[in-house]
């Protein structure tokens, strides 16, 4: 079937979605390649194959992934084989950016449909938590189609209010409560972040956070900035991310700066590229700034059995293969203050109070001791 890609009410190419497959058989035309997703290589230099797989990945991209847990089930109740199909049926409308796309004989406008000022269906969400709704009565408008990550998660209109309600993984389901002390760290260390409080559904934990992006904002990601332009030899990731955000007029150090400090003293190991990135405004294209730390409860030896909460084996991600390696990237360690995390231990044993006194008691010693390393740098 024919669609436009649409970014707000910019018309950015006429394209074909194969309904059985889901993926992006032809772009017809491009209209506006300013406001193609960032990262998509365009058409002057390169054949219509190439810029259609680079859209192709950027659209399955914005699909539920396989690896969310839970997924088998919710494509069971749904009916579908994969979550792939599941993007046209919301339109591809997410509430992290603003792309969506318009049947082609259609005359929508973004206004009338996009999720930060209507209304969303809750059925997907729903599912996604367990529910088993017959398909003929699903209705399918909802963010939760376009989701990214691993873990159990909706959204939900609470007061007017867009929020991200997401869960924890087994054994320890710890990550809800790992976001809460994440950002009361990042709070006290002056680090700009989204705040996670937590919840309890059916007894069980969740963290919930109101959506960072506007009708004035968009996120988008590391990964698909660093997709502008390849790698030169001499550069790291490190300074290939710095030096692409440079050209594009931000100075992405200092942020980053605070992200690495954050993820040293939780011993976060899933800082991938997708997990941080960039604000610009979906109207002007220009660029605002980094996004607020999210994503920081895959830390605080969230899986790990008691005998391994210590310093070592902790994987670390996105720039360097250890954390302390990655620490000597900070370019002003004088920034942020450490010290004012010096009562973070008995406010780690208060938000962790769910788990074991014992469990509780060696994270945040764990994390006092390499508050203390970092500050010995
Ligand atoms: N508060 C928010 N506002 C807007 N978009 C958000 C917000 N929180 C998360 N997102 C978007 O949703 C995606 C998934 O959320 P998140 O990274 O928190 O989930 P996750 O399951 O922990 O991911 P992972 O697989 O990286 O562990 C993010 O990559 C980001 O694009
Ligand atoms: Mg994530």
């Given amino acids: 079937m024919k669609y436009i890609l649409m970014h707000k009410n910019i018309e950015t190419a006429l394209i074909d979605i194969d309904d059985v497959l889901g993926g992006i058989t032809v772009i017809e035309d491009i209209y506006s390649e ?15 194959k190439a810029v259609r797989s680079s859209l192709n990945r950027w659209w399955r991209g914005r699909c539920i992934p396989a690896s969310r847990a839970g997924i088998n089930e919710a494509l069971e109740t749904i009916g579908a084989d994969d ?11 997410s509430l992290s950016d603003h792309y969506w796309i318009r049947p082609a004989d259609s005359d929508l406008k973004w206004e009338n449909i996009n999720f930060f000022e209507n209304d969303f269906s809750d059925d997907m969400g729903d599912v996604l938590f367990g529910k088993k709704i017959s398909p003929s009565d699903i209705e399918f408008l909802s963010p939760d189609n376009t989701s990214d990550g691993d873990l159990k998660k909706r959204w939900k209109i609470i007061d007017g209010k867009r929020c991200l309600i ?3 993984s087994y054994p320890y389901r710890q990550q809800p409560y790992n976001e809460v002390i994440a950002s009361l760290i990042a709070e006290k260390l002056g680090i700009a972040h989204v705040h996670y409080d937590m919840i309890t559904i059916a007894d069980e934990p969740f963290s919930i956070c109101e959506d ?11 990964y698909r900035i660093m997709q502008i332009r390849e790698r030169k030899n001499h550069e790291s990731e490190y300074m290939h991310y710095v030096n692409i955000c440079r050209e594009l007029g931000v100075d992405v150090v200092p942020a980053l700066d605070g992200m690495i400090t954050l993820d040293y003293i939780i011993a976060n190991e899933d800082r991938h590229f997708g ?14 700034g980094a996004a607020p730390v999210f994503d920081s409860g895959t830390s605080l030896w969230y899986n790990r059995s008691d005998d391994q909460i210590t310093t070592a084996n902790i994987i670390c991600k996105p720039f360097r293969k250890t954390h302390s390696e990655q ?14 995390l010096d ?35």
């Fill in 34 to 48: 300013k406001h193609l997703p960032v990262g998509v290589i365009t058409s002057k230099e390169n054949s219509e």
């Fill in 83 to 93: 979550t792939s199909l599941l993007l046209t049926r919301c339109l591809g409308l």
């Fill in 166 to 168: 997401k869960g924890g």
């Fill in 212 to 222: 960072f992006v506007t009708t004035h904002t968009e996120l988008v990601s590391a």
């Fill in 275 to 288: 997990n941080f990135g960039l604000l610009r405004d979906p109207d002007t294209l220009e660029w605002i």
């Fill in 327 to 340: 620490a000597k990237l900070i370019s002003d360690i004088s920034k942020p203050d450490l010290s004012t």
């Fill in 343 to 377: 009562s973070i231990e008995a406010d780690i044993s208060r938000i962790l109070s769910s788990q074991k006194p014992e469990r509780t008691a060696l994270i945040a010693k764990c994390v006092m001791n390499r508050t203390e390393t970092l500050k010995k740098r």
